[in-house]
């Protein structure tokens, strides 16, 4: 079996997820995913990519993982690199899995979690959505409120306005955990360097409202998005504890572990980090400063499939357990459900219900089930998933091939 062409696919209407396709001489078809500034990755997966993917073996996986993770440049970070490894990556499992005619988790090792336990990422339908940025001018909330959506699960604009009810809604589904960011519009007001009181007061009202509401039923999962300075990182955290929050996420970015570390040793929460790392090189200083208690990975930006499991097993030798990111795209989350139900180590796994429930179903066969609040993968050899056909024939697809 020989690679004969490299496909990659998006549509105008999500401008932040790339699909990659692995044609063999075999009528084998591999799918993988990225997200985020895809343009310079088509580039990148055309221009560099292709010329030593084309005619090459594509069950010799690692090797291939190999070469790219090994690059003169981009490594270690989540650049544009990372992201088109990730994808390939991702697309040779799924045509292994294909040949074997075996599910993913199987050719892992098989599934040591049947179901997994997810949470909540308390996203909207449009959120980060029409641009590359991580801001909240790309949140993508309804112009006025609540009736502007087109759906029950506008949860970003939910939590700020009643977190409570958010929190119910989960609950009434299975779902006992919730991620929210209520933080956000005053770490952008000072650049990060400082939150005042009335800021810190307006940002702990959803908390109260949850624990109103729910009690302790629900964990609350913190976002920070990277964008604290430590002292007021550490103020914050002071502040959340005595909601008892599940865990805080990325509260400073990810270039000084050091004061990560340092950050960690002041709060009695969780912290993890971090889904804007890439490669088990990174997450090894991670691991050895004992900077998190649980480790975050993305699949579509750290290697991919075979990235992710080194990076778990050594997540393991730490005694750390995992919690798969996904705030991107259907197959990212196929990928990492794959994942989390193999890996001995699994602790939740991300969804995000505006998007699973809403538009992920319009871009794939299947979706990974979910019931009362766990989930696993769908049926069917590799992913157990491939692309909406009407993709390719949509008028704002843009589809380039290079072929052997």
């Not at 988790?105 to 040591?112: F, M, N, R």
């Not at 589904?173 to 009335?198: H, Q, R």
Request: glycine share 6%; proline share 5%; hydrophobic share 40%.
């Amino acid at each position: 079996m020989k690679i004969t062409a490299i496909e990659t696919i998006n549509v105008k209407e999500y401008p932040n997820i790339l699909w990659v396709q692995i044609h063999t001489d075999e009528g084998i078809v591999g799918l993988g995913e990225t997200f985020y500034a895809i343009d310079p990755v088509v580039s990148h997966i055309h221009q560099t990519c292709a010329p030593y993917l084309l005619g090459k073996n594509p069950l010799e996986i690692d090797k291939h993982n190999h070469n790219f993770l090994n690059t003169y440049l981009g490594f270690s970070s989540v650049g544009v690199e990372m992201r088109a490894a990730s994808a390939v990556d991702i697309a040779l499992w799924d045509i292994f899995g294909k040949v074997t005619n075996q599910p993913i988790y199987q050719l892992l090792g098989g599934a040591t979690n049947q179901t997994v336990r997810i949470y909540n990422t308390c996203a909207g339908y449009q959120y980060v959505r029409n641009k590359p940025t991580q801001d909240s001018g790309n949140f993508g909330l309804p112009t006025d409120n609540m009736k502007n959506s087109h759906g029950p699960y506008e949860d970003l604009l939910g939590f700020q306005t009643d977190a409570g009810e958010v929190a119910q809604s989960l609950l009434d589904m299975g779902i006992t955990g919730m991620k929210i960011w209520p933080f956000d519009l005053a770490a952008e007001k000072s650049k990060g360097v400082y939150i005042s009181n009335s800021d810190l007061k307006v940002a702990l009202k959803s908390f109260e409202k949850i624990r109103e509401r729910v009690g302790d039923q629900m964990d609350i999962h913190v976002e920070f998005h990277s964008l604290w300075q430590l002292p007021p990182a550490i103020k914050i955290a002071k502040a959340l504890e005595e909601f008892n929050p599940f865990w805080f996420e990325d509260p400073i970015k990810m270039n000084n572990l050091d004061a990560l570390a340092e950050y960690a040793k002041r709060t009695n929460v969780w912290v993890t980090a971090s889904e804007t790392l890439a490669t088990r090189w990174a997450f090894r200083d991670l691991f050895k400063k004992n900077a998190v208690s649980v480790c975050m990975l993305d699949i579509g930006w750290t290697g991919g499939i075979s990235e992710a499991k080194k990076i778990a097993s050594m997540a393991e030798a730490h005694s750390l357990p995992i919690a798969p990111h996904d705030c991107t795209g259907p197959i990212l989350l196929t990928a990492s459900v794959h994942l989390a139900m193999n890996l001995s180590n699994t602790l939740v796994q991300e969804i995000v219900r505006a998007f699973y429930y809403d538009w992920y179903k319009d871009l794939v066969t299947h979706l990974p089930p979910i019931n009362n609040g766990f989930i696993t993968a769908p049926e069917g050899p590799g992913l157990g998933t491939q692309l909406n056909p009407d993709i390719p024939r949509r008028k704002d697809a843009l589809i380039r091939v290079s072929k052997l």
